[in-house]
């Protein structure tokens, strides 16, 4: 499940955090890191992941 997320992370990072932590901070946080620009939001979203097994 999790190769699931990270791959989710990757195509769309709000997913990825979505599915791990649901909607909160870190979920909006990653919306706005994607919008400014795509790559830190990967980079939060695989943080994220990985941080809450």
Do not use: C, D, R, S
Not at 22 to 45: D, E, Q, R, S
């Amino acid at each position: 499940m999790e190769l699931l997320k990270i791959i989710f992370a990757i195509l769309l990072p709000p997913l990825g955090v979505f599915f791990q932590v649901g909607i909160g901070m870190h979920f909006w946080l990653n919306i706005v890191l994607t919008i400014l620009g795509y790559i830190p939001g990967i980079v939060h979203a695989v943080w994220v992941i990985a941080k809450h097994k």
